[in-house]
């Protein structure tokens, strides 16, 4: 069965916090892989605005469709992205903030 | 997105010879046109950045530029003949085995199977599967379309006895779907038919099988295999179908038949033969999946071409696809003057940040049989791994699959390009690629434009840092040779199954590209030929010599693979269907056929994981004298603990050296990569009891190891098991101990003093 994501995991937040782009304890990495599992429908991804330099957040729609770009959310850095995603999807697993 | 594309209809070129550019726009507007010479592809400002030579050429300019579409989706095209619609009944059937009844999400379309059908002007006749995935019949008579339906859905990948039948006589329409599945088929009737059906007005179109005529081309495209269709001058009893499966057919029933074809015949060609009366054969285009198990296929033989009745099926694909078949936009005549090299042909609209609006269509130019003036024959020659770049032409599992973030361990990034695939799902699929319904994709062309075979482009497999693949990530090995000021020419993939050993034999030395994955029988052997008169093989990658492939006997720029038995696989190839369509060969891994890559490298695939890289360790073993020159100028302990792919030179992908699988007894495995990360796990076919230790952390088996060995012939093999080690030969202005043993390997191995075996 899938992992299922607990008031436990909390622990690993900071770990996540403090270097997004891994490598990642094997705790945390479980937690990453439960909240990366699922279709490609609906993923975010980031989008290349200036190569090396600029990313925008986007969701996948769906077989043949354009990506939807959140306009809003853009990055200079990898792992700022990362740790934004990660928060996004933590609060729509457990429905909890993280600050 | 992507606002201008190109493709070229050859990858390899020589002197002389001309090469054909083909340019799509997204609108009607110029574009300029021009060659560069390509010395380095990546973009990323930690290294020492895009190098594009300005080569003034003739055919640079402005021109007008146009959208050209592609049309995706195999079909047979028979061409038209009044007979195909009998006049005093119709019974048209075929054996079908749907792979997509119904599309996901809700999305709807009508699949044609078989018909001679005009939509426009409502004439004709058409077996089809409807939006909801029943059969469906119809015929017209020019005013008003008369259709029967199957009342329930077909099943997927269950055979089923398809058929239509028109009685002018007594007015009726027939529709019968009769599952070969008893389970099946005890789920409803296997026939219905209505009447007070008029008589068919024919069509002045082509007979059509997966797909319907649309103007030239080709409309509502099916998706499953086709086993014997069938078209008869008479309307039978459905009782009477079943004998029209069996071979020979009965006298009675073989008097009435219009045509009938046999797809087990000439497997390898895209003719589909009518072995009836009027030998009305047709055209397959955009390559559906030939050799496919047919109805009748018992598993007794896997091998079709000692068996071929038992695999009758062709497996058609709405997203099938071989040539975008564009006008050209210009050739080019390459100069004599010209050296081998890797070129391309830079399209611009525009010169947006991002890059959108510029395109580079590479080319490969080889070296001519006489000698570029001023310019000996290099001693060193780099094999473009032109099949790999084939086999990962338009990759889209960051695009589909549900697992490629899981894969790299981090968020999936599209560059512009990639943003165009995902919006145009005609430009076909990659090797690496499932089609729609969820079967593999097993060929693949570059006659399209192939947009992740381009320099700028950074993959999504790549690692942290440049994040190359492929193509772009053999450009830092073309700009380590630049920056050396060593010469040498280029010779593809493709030219060394043309040509055979012939095509290397003037070079001392072959550079192989980070990830030259694929090879044809003739390339392998070709390789081997060239070891045993003394050529030396430097393999500067990983994951070599480790899918069998095979290139097409009448089409060019086409390769097969069969994901067969095991190995690193996006899909696993049905059973009974591991032979190539093509050739005939067993398909899989060279590992499979008793031809294990160490066997040409030293080394085999042994891990994977896409996140960061790591460095090697030295083993005593580079002590060893046999060594001393490798090492020359290198003190350090650890190798490559830096670099543009994942931060270190090892990582991605690595081999590992191991007699068992064929490593030479007398090889020096001279360092081994340590401290991979839990993203690496061990390759499934090192795999047989799944064990929870088989991690980057735990497993002996990810590692990488740096090996060399001398050939019986005075040549030798450096093979440096890993992916990434050529991102790592620009670090610190290229003085480094990766860019140090490289060199130091490379020019011994131009050195003519013969390698001696140790004794």
């Known amino acids: 069965m899938p992992y299922k994501i607990s008031q436990w995991d909390r622990q690993w937040i900071d770990e996540m916090r403090q270097n997004p782009l891994g490598p990642h304890s094997p705790n945390l990495q479980r937690v990453l892989n439960t909240l990366r599992a699922g279709p490609a429908k609906g993923r975010y991804v980031l989008v290349t605005r200036k190569p090396f330099a600029e990313w925008v957040l986007a969701v996948h729609q769906g077989y043949g469709k354009p990506f939807r770009i959140l306009e809003d959310q853009v990055f200079t850095d990898r792992a700022e992205a990362e740790w934004h995603v990660f928060k996004l999807r933590w609060k729509a697993h457990t429905g909890e903030d993280i600050n | ?56 050429s003739a055919i640079e300019g402005r021109y007008e530029g146009r959208p050209q579409p592609i049309a995706a989706g195999s079909h047979m095209r028979v061409p038209h003949h009044p007979r195909q619609t009998p006049e005093r009944g119709l019974t048209v059937a075929a054996m079908l085995w749907p792979t997509l009844p119904v599309l996901p999400d809700g999305e709807t379309r009508r699949q044609a199977v078989i018909g001679q059908w005009s939509e426009a002007e409502r004439r004709g006749w058409l077996l089809e599967v409807d939006e909801t995935g029943r059969l469906r019949f119809k015929v017209g008579d020019g005013r008003t379309v008369y259709s029967v339906t199957a009342p329930s859905p077909l099943t997927e990948r269950r055979w089923v006895l398809a058929a239509g039948i028109h009685d002018p006589a007594a007015g009726t329409i027939t529709v019968v779907q009769r599952a070969l599945d008893p389970y099946v088929a005890a789920q409803g009737p296997g026939e219905t038919a209505i ?150 042909c830079h399209l611009a609209v525009g010169d947006a940040e991002d890059g959108s ?47 490629a973030e899981m894969v790299i361990n981090r968020l999936l990034v599209m560059q512009p390009s990639d943003l165009f695939i995902q919006e145009h799902p005609e430009y076909g699929l990659s090797l690496y690629d499932s089609h729609r319904d969820g079967s593999g994709v097993c060929y693949s062309s570059y006659l399209r434009p192939v947009l992740n075979m381009r320099p700028r482009y950074a993959g999504w497999l790549g690692a942290y840092g440049s994040g190359l693949w492929q193509y772009n990530a053999d450009t830092h090995l073309l700009d ?22 012939e095509a290397i034999a003037p070079y001392r030395v072959v550079l192989s590209g980070t990830h030259p994955e694929y090879h044809s029988t003739r390339m392998w052997d070709a390789m081997m030929a060239w070891q045993s008169r003394g050529g030396r093989l430097m393999y500067l990658g990983a994951n070599g010599w480790y899918w069998r492939i095979a290139f097409h006997r009448d089409l060019p720029g086409v390769i097969e693979v069969r994901r067969a038995e095991d190995g690193i696989r996006c899909w696993a190839a049905e059973p009974g269907e591991y032979y190539h369509s093509f050739t005939g060969e067993y398909g899989g891994l060279w590992r499979r056929q008793d031809r294990p890559p160490n066997v040409v490298t030293g080394v085999g695939f042994t ?24 090492f020359e100028g290198v003190e350090e302990e650890i190798i490559g603990n830096f670099g543009l792919i994942g931060n270190g030179a090892a990582g991605l992908e690595l081999d590992r050296a191991d007699m068992r699988l064929g490593t030479p007894p007398h090889a020096l495995v001279l360092a081994s990569s340590e401290g991979h990360s839990d993203i690496y796990l061990v390759v499934t076919e090192e795999v047989n009891v799944t064990t929870p230790d088989i991690t980057g952390s735990q497993s002996p088996l990810c590692r990488a190891d740096l090996t060399f060995y001398e050939t019986p012939s005075g040549g030798a093999v450096f093979s440096t098991g890993s992916i990434a080690w050529c991102g790592s030969l620009s670090h610190n202005g290229y003085d480094n101990n990766v860019s140090r043993i490289t060199a130091n390997v490379l020019r011994r191995f131009m050195d003519e003093t013969p390698f001696t075996m140790p004794r």
Request: glycine share 8%.
């Open chain 2, 480 to 501: 380590w040779l630049e920056a050396q000021g060593i010469p040498f020419d280029v010779v593809t993939d493709e030219d060394l199954h043309r040509d055979g050993v």
């Open chain 2, 357 to 403: 609006e510029e395109d580079l269509v590479p080319v490969f130019v080889r070296a001519g049989k006489k000698p570029v003036p001023g310019r000996e024959r290099p001693k060193v020659a780099f094999l473009v791994p032109t099949a790999a770049y084939m086999a990962y032409a338009n990759d889209h599992n960051h695009l589909l699959d549900t697992s």
């Open chain 2, 607 to 630: 891990a994977q994981g896409f996140d960061w890289c790591s460095y090697y360790r030295r083993t005593p073993a580079s002590r060893d004298p046999r060594a001393a020159f490798i």
């Open chain 2, 195 to 344: 009447d007070g059906v008029a008589a068919i007005a024919p069509a002045a179109v082509d007979l059509m099988v997966a797909a319907r005529p649309d103007g030239s081309g080709a409309a509502d495209h099916y998706d499953g295999k086709i086993d014997s269709p069938i078209l008869l001058a008479a309307a039978l009893d459905p009782d009477a179908l079943d004998g029209l499966f069996r071979r020979p057919l009965a006298p009675a029933t073989a008097a009435q038949v219009v045509a009938c074809w046999d797809f087990s015949i000439d497997i390898p060609g895209i003719t589909a033969y009518d072995v009836g009366p009027h030998q009305m054969h047709g055209a397959l285009h955009n390559l559906p999946a030939r050799a496919m198990k047919g109805w009748n296929w018992t598993g007794e033989c896997h091998d079709w071409t000692r068996k071929p009745e038992h695999y009758g099926a062709i497996h058609f694909h709405a997203d099938d696809f071989y040539d975008a078949g564009w006008e050209p936009a210009f050739a080019w005549t390459v100069p004599d003057d010209w050296p081998s090299g890797a070129y391309a």
């Open chain 2, 1 to 56: 997105m992507q606002k201008i594309v190109g493709y070229a209809d050859r990858l390899s070129v020589g002197p002389g010879e001309t090469v054909r550019f083909m340019v799509s726009t997204d609108r009607p507007r110029p574009f300029a046109a021009r060659m560069v010479r390509v010395i380095n592809g990546d973009a990323n400002p930690a290294g020492p950045g895009v190098k594009l030579e300005h080569r003034p």
